[in-house]
């Protein structure tokens, strides 16, 4: 790792400032006023948020900080689907369209919030009469369906521990995240749909749960209903049987504000995938704060975020934090470019989205496919655009406010992560934007760019990207691994260490430069190099293998592998293809590497380390930098 580096901006400080009437009617008007008014009151900032919502019982301090572990609204009582629900339903949002689903041939559902507080009651009851109670968890493996978000909502209504596994994820993952959280209930479905072809869900999830013994039960949605799939009785049970003759009704379980509310899995360094433990309280405060303030959301808006609920940005900004708000929020089950590359653009326009938020892959794929495609609808309710999972670089960037933004619309790239649960840097609505810098710490969290001894860089240069101080929507542990929860806040002292390389700039604005770690940001998705490579290593051919990320102009990064094979076996494009499925099999298609080359020998240290880094620098026809610990 470096301590910390120059960089040349070669004077480039082109700012784009959207039309100021958006910061007028903003709830946040005046970004560096909120900001002086939370470094005057830190934890008074967030006890304000907190009283926005509703709270069974209110908490005795809003922070209890004894390093690295927090505890937030203290002894405070709650439901986040209280918030998300029950407070719209009992007031004038009762017949608001909460959820509008979108199928690819333009199908659709609509749930108002009564609607929606009903199924997810039911479903509560169903999960209930399976015996799930408080503190179980459950496992949501399914496609981007109503019903994902109401099994998700349903778990939180009765206490138990959802972990949703991304339906994209192979056998092995799936059953290293089951077998993990121990999971009592699997939630899936027959099929997903992607451009236009059925691909099987439960037959993944079968294979998955043969060595998961804590697996009681297997909820299963039926979406072929003209070729209903056949279910095993005695384990699996189908989504809809297991609501009839429920009560429509369910009495929130009362939770404390530090229970958990779910675990997600995100990659690091080895090749076991870490559970992000976030609890109840502060998450569904940070949430329901940033999706507020960030993306500025109003009664009228119709929201639209392009991600799968099997990422933390589907958790945060596609369920709770949007449902706290009361928002109308758009879940399609929809790729860019089916049936044809306009298909997005006919959703802004059949609906009339007023708030989008994707990833810069996305962005990028609609740059190569042209003007065209967004010219043909019309694009005139989009309102506020969002960016997430990557650097949004300066040409993504004019693109996206020029031609879908048409020039007006505030562009606000959000870094995050799976482990901070909300938004934590952008540029507020309204603020001059600076094309390749994400922006400045929101108000309410501190964000600094230092060098290893967490000493600030100066303006202008690079370091790692930290937070000095916690944060309501933190992250509370790893599932069962405290060990590695304790990293992120003992590498750099006195920081949390966010494993991101970031610059920054003379006014104040962090660019970020990409991961400064083991994990593969690939079109927008968190993939460890080291969960690729056991994946690899599982196959019979394969003696040893190295991954790396690999730049490239659309995806970010591509996974690229190399690979040595064991006596026996020779180098082959068969080979390399069977080498491609068996990761797609065992990982999953996101997992995959787009590249393998087969070698004899790999760059190691005298002490057997792969060093990657060489890899990549002979990859990139760069100088690989100190290479004195390799081998002969
Ligand atoms: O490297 C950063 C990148 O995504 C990582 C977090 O990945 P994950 O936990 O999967 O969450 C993604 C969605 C919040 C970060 O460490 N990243 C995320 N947002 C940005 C970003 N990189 C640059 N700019 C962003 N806006």
New binding site residues.
């Given amino acids: 790792m470096p301590e910390s580096f120059e960089v040349s901006m070669a004077g480039d400080e082109k700012y784009y400032v959207p039309d100021q009437s958006y910061k007028e009617q903003a709830w946040t008007k005046d970004y560096a006023q909120s900001y002086k008014e939370f470094l005057a009151d830190k934890t008074g900032f967030w006890e304000n948020q907190a009283q926005q919502l509703e709270w069974f019982k209110k908490w005795d301090k809003v922070l209890e900080w004894n390093y690295p572990y927090a505890k937030w609204f203290v002894n405070a009582k709650l439901n986040i689907t209280h918030n998300c629900l029950d407070r719209h339903v009992n007031n004038h949002r009762r017949n608001k369209v909460a959820l509008v689903w979108r199928g690819e041939e333009g199908e659709e559902r609509i749930f108002t919030y009564k609607k929606l507080f009903h199924e997810v009651c039911r479903f509560a009851n169903g999960l209930k009469k399976l015996g799930v109670t408080k503190g179980d968890r459950v496992c949501i493996y399914m496609p981007l369906v109503p019903e994902q978000v109401i099994a998700m909502l349903a778990c939180a209504r009765i206490g138990a521990v959802h972990s949703v596994v991304f339906g994209g994820f192979g056998v092995n993952a799936l059953n290293m995240r089951i077998n993990d959280a121990e999971a009592k209930i699997v939630i899936t479905a027959d099929v997903t749909i992607r451009r236009g072809k059925t691909i099987p869900l439960k037959t993944i999830v079968e294979e998955a749960i043969i060595n998961s013994p804590s697996v009681e039960k297997v909820v299963v949605l039926s979406r072929e209903v003209d070729q209903p799939v056949e279910l095993h009785k005695e384990l699996e049970i189908d989504y809809y049987e297991l609501m009839e003759g429920v009560s429509a009704e369910c009495t929130p379980e009362v939770m404390d504000a530090e229970d958990p509310l779910f675990i997600l899995y ?1 990659s690091g360094s080895t090749g076991t995938p870490k559970g992000i433990v976030h609890t109840c309280g502060g998450y569904m405060v940070g949430t329901y704060y940033t999706t507020l303030n960030v993306f500025d959301v109003k009664d009228n808006d119709v929201y639209w975020c392009t991600a799968d609920t099997g ?3 589907g958790h945060s900004y596609v369920v709770y934090g949007p449902f706290a708000v009361g928002a109308t929020v758009v879940l399609a089950e929809a790729v860019p470019d089916y049936p044809d590359a306009g298909a997005f653009w006919k959703i802004v326009e059949d609906l009339g989205i007023t708030i989008f938020y994707t990833a810069p892959t996305t962005i990028r794929m609609f740059m190569r496919v042209g003007e065209e495609w967004p010219n043909k609808y019309d694009l005139s309710s989009l309102r506020i655009l969002g ?6 670089n300066p040409e993504a960037f004019e693109w996206y406010y020029r031609v879908i933004g048409k020039n007006h619309c505030p562009v606000v ?7 901070t649960g909300m938004q934590m ?1 952008t540029t507020m609505i309204g603020e001059p934007m600076r094309p390749g810098f ?1 922006g400045k710490s929101l108000p309410g969290v501190v964000a600094d760019v230092v060098d290893k001894r967490g000493a600030p860089v100066a303006p202008g240069n690079g370091g790692f990207l930290v937070m000095r101080d916690p944060w309501p929507a933190m992250l509370r542990t790893v599932y069962k691994n405290d060990e590695r929860y304790k990293t992120y806040w003992n590498t750099i002292p006195g920081c949390y260490m ?3 390389l970031a610059v920054k700039g003379k006014d104040g604005n962090i660019m ?1 430069i ?2 400064a770690d083991d ?1 593969i ?1 690939t079109a ?3 993939i460890g190099t080291a969960e690729v490579e056991s994946a690899l290593v599982s196959h019979q051919a394969v003696a040893e293998a190295a991954v790396i990320g690999k730049p490239d102009p659309l995806k970010g990064n591509l996974i690229k592998a190399f690979v040595i094979l064991r006596v026996g076996f020779q180098p082959s494009e068969k080979l390399k293809s069977d080498l491609i499925y068996h990761v797609r099999m065992t990982l999953g298609p996101i997992a995959m590497p787009s590249e393998i080359e087969f070698m004899d020998k790999l760059p190691k240290t005298r002490s057997g380390k792969i060093m990657r880094r060489v890899l990549k620098a002979k990859e990139m026809g760069i100088d690989p930098g100190d290479v004195s610990t390799l081998e002969e």
């Fill in positions: 995100t990422w933390i940005t960016s997430v999972g990557e650097p949004l790239d959000t870094w995050w992560q799976t482990e840097i994400a966010a494993g991101d970020i990409g991961r994990i940001i927008g998705h968190n």
